[in-house]
């Protein structure tokens, strides 16, 4: 399997060689030169594996080069009750990514697929403990070291600090928006005290964090010689390790391979629903593909119009969803791609039209820059949006009705579900996180606290240890330097 860039300038790679990077060299996003297809065969077989053989199954298509054995041991290794197991049950730990039906009636039925039973109660962990094990596995294999830089607005970060704490060879720098996440979320990263990890909050919003770690990025001199990496959703690796429950979601949710399932998916940074959308160009057989988003409605703006259109830091709303607190998607690119039939070149020039501009138009009306909306159906794509007072009624509702309390973006998610229910066509909506993550305002919606699984208590009075810095590339570089020695 080849890697090649959505922007056309760097030759194909396989997948340990961009492994351990994020962007392309020509700022691009790697993708595989064809996708590879999954059978009818394959599909029944997987049936009866457990997530651990599922992944193994699936990345194998993708990881090629790396032998068999060694990477079903990572995926035995990654996928187990023992890391998941803050499900509410043992039998659901063991599923991993356990179904819960919320409604069934008139052919219509709503499912919630559970993701946020890893170490930080978020759906990043699903990705994010494979890639720390594929992170040491190879620097292991090559005596070498790694600095990851990324962004987060809330779950990466912890995610990636959880995952990646005491790993030999690599230290984590991560940049989050000063006093934008949950007090939960900013505790789950900042109280950690190992000196392998390294908390950056920047005055201002999670894009000018984005917007650094792609600067960082570009500069290839730096970024070779100070041996920098990527958590980030833009590293290929994530994607494809959620890709997996996108088929766990599918086989656990239909009897034979002749049924469809859609799914609702509350996105931001458009990393989430990217891999459903990898896993439907597969082959799996999905119908629709929801983009729920919140209050800052990029993804939806685009889904309903054809035009993109990024905001800026000024127009990027602080939310009660703030994981979704986005307003330029790093990973639309790669759905862009395959829009335009991979024309690199007009990717390229769109991309650079969003620096200059702040956008594009692919509506097809005159003065636009393409009319390419009309294509999207073609690909499951439509979309939604839920603003706060609508998180506050559905958390109400899925609390009165089904008796389980959600996240505030699994709320979101949920919302925009129920308004593309169809008859005969099973909607799973992904869990995103476990609501004691967002207290503030569960305490809101049902007057009461969250319930916190074991061991996260009193996580907000532990002591806190980050540094808080400006949205300024060649400070955060010189930071970097002083603390990696190189």
Same mark, same amino acid.
């Given at each position: 399997?080849?890697?090649?860039?959505?922007?056309?300038?760097?030759?194909?790679?396989?997948?340990?060689?961009?492994?351990?990077?994020?962007?392309?060299?020509?700022?691009?996003?790697? /993708?595989?030169?064809?996708?590879?297809?999954?059978?009818?065969?394959?599909?029944?077989?997987?049936?009866?594996?457990?997530?651990?053989?599922? $992944?193994?199954?699936?990345?194998?298509?993708?990881?090629?080069?790396?032998?068999?054995?060694?990477?079903?041991?990572?995926?035995?290794?990654?996928?187990?009750?023992?890391?998941?197991?803050?499900?509410?049950?043992?039998?659901?730990?063991?599923?991993?990514?356990?179904?819960?039906?919320?409604? &069934?009636?008139?052919?219509?039925?709503?499912?919630?697929?559970?993701?946020?039973?890893?170490?930080?109660?978020?759906?990043?962990?699903?990705?994010?403990?494979?890639?720390?094990?594929?992170?040491?596995?190879?620097?292991?294999?090559?005596?070498?070291?790694?600095?990851?830089?990324?962004?987060?607005?809330?779950?990466?970060?912890?995610?990636?600090?959880?995952?990646?704490?005491?790993?030999?060879?690599?230290?984590?720098?991560?940049?989050?928006?000063?006093?934008?996440?949950?007090?939960?979320?900013?505790?789950?990263?900042?109280? /950690?005290?190992?000196?392998?990890?390294?908390?950056?909050?920047?005055?201002?919003?999670? &894009?000018?964090?984005?917007?650094?770690?792609?600067?960082?990025?570009?500069?290839?001199?730096?970024?070779?010689?100070?041996?920098?990496?990527?958590?980030?959703?833009?590293?290929?690796?994530?994607?494809? $390790?959620?890709?997996?429950?996108?088929?766990?979601?599918?086989?656990?949710?239909?009897?034979?391979?002749?049924?469809?399932?859609?799914?609702?998916?509350?996105?931001?940074?458009?990393?989430?629903?990217?891999?459903?959308?990898?896993?439907?160009?597969?082959?799996?057989?999905?119908?629709?593909?929801?983009?729920?988003?919140?209050?800052?409605?990029? /993804?939806?703006?685009?889904?309903?119009?054809?035009?993109?259109?990024?905001?800026?830091?000024?127009?990027?709303?602080?939310?009660?969803?703030?994981?979704?607190?986005?307003?330029?998607?790093?990973?639309?690119?790669?759905?862009?791609? &395959?829009?335009?039939?991979?024309?690199?070149?007009?990717?390229?020039?769109?991309?650079?039209?969003?620096?200059?501009?702040?956008?594009?138009?692919?509506?097809?009306?005159?003065?636009?820059?393409?009319?390419?909306?009309?294509?999207?159906?073609?690909?499951?794509?439509?979309?939604?949006?839920?603003?706060?007072?609508?998180?506050?009624?559905?958390?109400?509702?899925?609390?009165?009705?089904?008796?389980?309390?959600?996240?505030?973006?699994?709320?979101?998610?949920?919302?925009?579900?129920?308004?593309?229910?169809?008859?005969?066509?099973?909607?799973?909506?992904?869990?995103?996180?476990?609501? $004691?993550?967002?207290?503030?305002?569960?305490?809101?919606?049902?007057?009461?606290?969250?319930?916190?699984?074991?061991?996260?208590?009193?996580?907000?009075?532990?002591?806190?240890?980050?540094?808080?810095?400006?949205?300024?590339?060649?400070?955060?570089?010189?930071?970097?330097?002083?603390?990696?020695?190189?």
């Amino acid at each position: 399997m080849q890697y090649a860039s959505t922007r056309g300038h760097t030759a194909a790679q396989n997948f340990s060689e961009i492994l351990l990077g994020g962007l392309a060299p020509d700022g691009g996003l790697y /993708l595989p030169t064809t996708y590879p297809q999954v059978t009818d065969v394959e599909l029944d077989a997987w049936r009866k594996l457990s997530y651990a053989g599922l $992944a193994f199954e699936v990345l194998k298509k993708f990881a090629t080069d790396i032998p068999e054995a060694d990477l079903r041991a990572l995926a035995d290794k990654t996928y187990t009750s023992d890391v998941y197991k803050n499900a509410r049950s043992d039998e659901s730990a063991a599923q991993i990514t356990p179904l819960r039906v919320l409604q &069934d009636k008139d052919g219509r039925k709503l499912v919630l697929q559970a993701l946020s039973n890893g170490p930080t109660l978020a759906f990043k962990d699903m990705a994010m403990q494979l890639l720390g094990n594929l992170f040491e596995y190879t620097l292991a294999k090559n005596d070498a070291e790694l600095n990851i830089f990324g962004a987060t607005s809330g779950d990466t970060g912890s995610a990636a600090e959880y995952a990646m704490r005491g790993k030999k060879g690599i230290r984590v720098f991560m940049l989050s928006p000063h006093n934008k996440m949950s007090a939960f979320q900013t505790a789950q990263m900042f109280s /950690l005290q190992d000196p392998n990890i390294f908390n950056i909050a920047v005055d201002g919003v999670f &894009d000018d964090c984005q917007d650094m770690v792609k600067a960082v990025s570009n500069d290839l001199e730096f970024k070779n010689r100070q041996k920098i990496g990527t958590v980030n959703s833009i590293n290929w690796a994530r994607v494809v $390790a959620q890709v997996v429950y996108y088929f766990r979601g599918y086989l656990s949710a239909t009897t034979s391979n002749e049924q469809k399932v859609s799914f609702t998916v509350p996105s931001g940074n458009f990393g989430n629903i990217c891999a459903g959308h990898i896993a439907r160009m597969m082959g799996l057989p999905i119908d629709k593909l929801v983009v729920a988003t919140n209050e800052n409605d990029v /993804l939806d703006e685009f889904f309903r119009t054809g035009i993109y259109r990024v905001r800026k830091s000024a127009e990027t709303w602080h939310t009660t969803s703030p994981s979704m607190d986005i307003s330029k998607a790093s990973n639309f690119e790669r759905f862009i791609y &395959d829009l335009l039939d991979r024309d690199a070149t007009r990717v390229a020039a769109l991309f650079k039209k969003v620096e200059t501009e702040g956008g594009f138009d692919l509506s097809g009306k005159p003065g636009s820059d393409g009319d390419e909306f009309n294509k999207i159906a073609k690909f499951g794509f439509v979309s939604g949006k839920s603003v706060h007072a609508d998180r506050l009624q559905t958390i109400r509702q899925v609390e009165k009705e089904f008796n389980i309390t959600i996240d505030t973006h699994t709320a979101d998610g949920i919302k925009v579900a129920f308004e593309h229910l169809q008859e005969g066509v099973p909607m799973v909506v992904l869990e995103t996180a476990l609501p $004691a993550k967002f207290n503030e305002t569960i305490k809101e919606a049902l007057n009461r606290d969250a319930e916190r699984p074991a061991g996260f208590e009193n996580i907000e009075s532990l002591p806190q240890r980050f540094e808080v810095m400006t949205a300024d590339v060649n400070a955060m570089k010189a930071y970097i330097a002083k603390n990696t020695g190189l």
